[in-house]
């Protein structure tokens, strides 16, 4: 079965700041992955996703995420934090149906 | 315009009472899924529908849960006796139409709580 799995719960950046945010995956298949983005009492948007295309994979909102097969990583970046980047991220993979990882709350401080 | 509306927003309700959620997306999405996501967690599948029909329900709570979509668009999601542990976002979603990767877009969810 595929599965992802989110380092850290939790991840304080100050702005201007680079934000990591660490996602490693499993999977007997070649997955989509995916990063999706939830602000408080709403529902998730998507920020990027791997289809096996190119593996540095470019979002919105300046966010990137990286394909390692061998490190079976995909890790969102951010060059530069800003305040609007505070939130809950998740990564995702999709199988026969999409597993989210439990999800790293960002704090970004002044 | 969203793919996905959802209604009740928010939800708040006492133990043993039922409740109701809709799901509405924009038609043409065969598939449908309802997750719960309990605070502080990620979302897990409730069930899956591919246009009227129930792909998968393995994790939902028959006793007290019922998900249908009659028409293979909108859908309800049903909780009769409600119960505290219930308390959570219940978030609807389609997968994309054009591309065959699983991507999905989710609706705002509607917040339920249990008192």
């Known amino acids: 079965a595929q599965s992802v799995t989110q380092l850290g719960s939790h991840v304080s950046v100050s702005e201007g700041a680079l934000v990591l945010l660490r996602c490693n995956y499993s999977s007997s298949v070649p997955p989509y992955l995916f990063w999706y983005v939830q602000y408080p009492n709403q529902g998730l948007q998507l920020l990027l996703k791997y289809t096996s295309a190119a593996t540095l994979v470019k979002g919105i909102n300046g966010f990137e995420a990286e394909f390692k097969k061998s490190e079976t990583s995909f890790h969102l970046t951010k060059p530069s934090a800003h305040m609007s980047d505070a939130a809950e991220y998740f990564c995702?993979?999709?199988?026969?149906?999409?597993?989210f990882g439990a999800g790293t709350r960002l704090t970004v401080k002044p | 315009e969203a793919e996905v509306a959802q209604s009740p927003r928010y939800k708040i309700t006492e133990k043993s009472q039922a409740v109701a959620f809709w799901c509405d997306p924009i038609s043409g999405h065969a598939t449908l899924y309802w997750y719960r996501q309990i605070l502080g967690q990620g979302p897990e599948l409730l069930v899956q529908?591919?246009?009227?029909?129930?792909?998968?329900d393995s994790q939902l709570p028959k006793d007290r849960f019922s998900a249908e979509r009659l028409k293979g668009v909108d859908s309800t999601l049903k909780i009769q006796p409600a119960e505290l542990g219930d308390s959570a976002m219940y978030l609807c979603a389609v997968s994309d139409r054009r591309e065959n990767t699983g991507e999905l877009f989710f609706g705002e969810g509607s917040r339920l709580t249990v008192l």
């Open positions: 529908f591919q246009d009227e029909s129930v792909v998968d």
């Open positions: 995702a993979v999709s199988g026969a149906d999409m597993r």
